[in-house]
C-alpha cells in the first residue's frame, strides 16, 4: 500500500515540476467574409457615362441593342413612385388608344417630375399620336435640355420635322441621334435619303 502511494506521488511530482505543457497553437485570425480566398465581390455599377460610352464605341449590332436598353431603362426611372405609377397607366391608356386620358395623365406626371427628362419624351408620344406635331416638338425639345444624349427623343425629333417637310433641321436631328447611338435601326437610311437634298448632291 505504501509503495502505490509512493508510486502515485512521484508521478505527481514529476508533473508539477516538469515542463509547462505546450499551448495549442493559436488559430489565424480570419479575415472578413469580403477578403477571404475567392469571395465575390460584387461588379462595381457602370456609370452612364460608361455606358454612352460603349454605345458609341461597340462595332456589333446585338450589343448596341443590349446597351440601348440598359440606358433606356436607366432614363425610366423617375424617382417617384407616383410619377413611375401615373406613366404606366399612361401606356396602358395609350395601348387602348385613350388618348386624351394618356395626355392627362402625362400631364400630371411632367408637373409632379418636371426634371425627368423621359417623362417630357413620353409625353410627346402621345402628342404625336393626338396629331399635335407642334406640342410634340415642345416636349422633345424639353427633354433634350433635360438629357442631351436622349438619342430616341432626338430620332423622334427627326421624324417629326421630316413629316414637316422641314428636311434640314430632320437631317440635323437624326445626326444628333447617331453620334449617340451609330448603329440605330433605320437613322442612317433617313440620313441617306435626306442628305443630298440637304447637302446637294455630287456631281
Known amino acids: 500500500m505504501l509503495r502505490s502511494t509512493s508510486l502515485t506521488l512521484g508521478v505527481l511530482a514529476a508533473v508539477l515540476t516538469g515542463p509547462a505543457l505546450a499551448a495549442p497553437p493559436a488559430l489565424p485570425d480570419r479575415p472578413p467574409a469580403g477578403e477571404r480566398e475567392g469571395a465575390r465581390k460584387p461588379p462595381p455599377a457602370v456609370s452612364l457615362d460608361d455606358l454612352y460610352t460603349r454605345l458609341r464605341e461597340t462595332e456589333d449590332d446585338e450589343e448596341a441593342k443590349g446597351v440601348a436598353k440598359l440606358i433606356e431603362r436607366r432614363l425610366d426611372r423617375s424617382g417617384s413612385a407616383t410619377a413611375d ?12 388608344k385613350d388618348f386624351p386620358l394618356a395626355a392627362e395623365l402625362m400631364d400630371r406626371v411632367t ?34 435640355v433635360l438629357e442631351p444624349r436622349h438619342f430616341e427623343a432626338w430620332a423622334a425629333l427627326g421624324r417629326i420635322y421630316q413629316s414637316l417637310e422641314d428636311k434640314k433641321r430632320a437631317l440635323g436631328a437624326y445626326r444628333r441621334a447617331v453620334a449617340l447611338y451609330p448603329r440605330m435601326p433605320k437613322v442612317q437610311e ?6 443630298p437634298d440637304v447637302d446637294g448632291r455630287d456631281l
Open 85 to 96: 405609377l401615373l406613366t404606366e397607366r399612361a401606356r396602358q391608356a395609350m395601348t387602348t
Open 111 to 144: 408637373a409632379l417630375e418636371p426634371a425627368w427628362s423621359e417623362g417630357w419624351n413620353r409625353r410627346a408620344t402621345v402628342f404625336w399620336l393626338l396629331s399635335d406635331k407642334q406640342a410634340a416638338v415642345a416636349d422633345l425639345q424639353r427633354a433634350l
Open 190 to 195: 433617313a440620313i441617306e435619303r435626306l442628305a
